[in-house]
């Protein structure tokens, strides 16, 4: 099977004509997605059945963020296997069965065992699983204020805050830009809450992506000439409960969770 040597290689294949059948603002956009493995050749309707054959199923590329979260996976999977889970389930709002520990997820069952293996019905991405494991293994499980403050607010807030605007919030904004029913789907699908009156927003949903750490996601729409803004706040015990690193990770998990739902509903985003 041939490999493209670049994402002009890809692009060559096209027509070229930014049709966004494949979901994608642009030709350009789609062929640097095939080429780091993201997306593959024949989800673009143009492609000939006869490059489709001879590029087939192009690998995954590894990049430096996945080596990242391999390791910090890893690290955490080692530390899994010391902890009680009866007491942790206890501390955490958890549950303990069979040598494995159970959480709500976005009201969903999710369980993990000794070696950090995940089973659930919802789709885990290794940030959603990082987040999860810091919580069982790190969690202070203090009660929740009701007092929403954002990143930047936390103990150790500022200096994620800027990569968190830019991995989580800015993915969000452009996801909800495009898919207008972005918030009553995720009342509908992750067990969310609408609420109002929140930082004078236009919409506002609460979510319990963990026991002990709801977030708070609020859109304001755009209006005479202004952009759409998007901010996600997070209860002030969330540092607490999860640790900044963990907080970090569940946002960018959400997001691009979130980011590929909007794709198979057809968003381009
Ligand atoms: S489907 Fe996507 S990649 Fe194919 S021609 Fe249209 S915009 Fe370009």
């Not at 642009?26 to 062929?31: D, E, N, R, Y």
């Not at 590329?61 to 009866?86: G, P, T, Y």
Request: net charge negative.
């Amino acid at each position: 099977m041939a490999q493209f040597a670049n994402v002009m290689e890809v692009l060559s294949l096209l027509d070229k004509s930014n049709c966004r059948k494949c979901g994608e603002k642009t030709c350009m956009v789609f062929a640097a997605s095939v080429f780091s493995g993201k997306r593959q050749l024949h989800e673009c309707p143009t492609v000939s059945k006869e490059d489709i054959a001879k590029y087939g199923v192009q690998p995954k590329k590894r990049n430096k963020i996945e080596e990242e979260n391999e390791k910090v996976l890893s690290l955490l999977k080692d530390r899994l296997a010391s902890i009680d889970f009866e007491e942790r389930a206890e501390t955490i709002g958890a549950t303990s069965h069979n040598g494995r520990i159970t959480l709500k997820i976005m009201g969903k069952d999710f369980s993990v065992d000794k070696e950090g293996n995940a089973y659930t019905d919802i789709h885990v991405n290794p940030w959603v699983l990082i987040a999860a494991l810091n919580y069982i293994i790190f969690s202070k499980a203090k009660p929740l204020s009701s007092n929403w403050v954002p990143l930047r607010e936390l103990p150790s807030g500022k200096d994620w805050y800027r990569l968190f605007g830019q991995s989580c919030e800015k993915v969000l904004k452009k996801t909800a830009d495009t898919y207008s029913d972005l918030f009553s789907d995720l009342v509908r699908m992750f067990s969310g809450t609408q609420v109002e009156d929140q930082f004078k927003s236009d919409v506002a949903v609460i979510l319990s992506p963990l026991p002990l750490v709801p977030m708070l996601i609020c859109y304001w729409k755009p209006e005479e000439g202004m952009e759409s803004a998007l901010g996600l706040f997070f209860d002030d015990t969330g540092e607490a409960n999860l640790g900044i690193e963990g907080l970090y990770s569940l946002g960018v998990g959400f997001a691009s969770m979130i980011e590929k739902l909007a794709r198979q509903h057809g968003h381009s985003v």
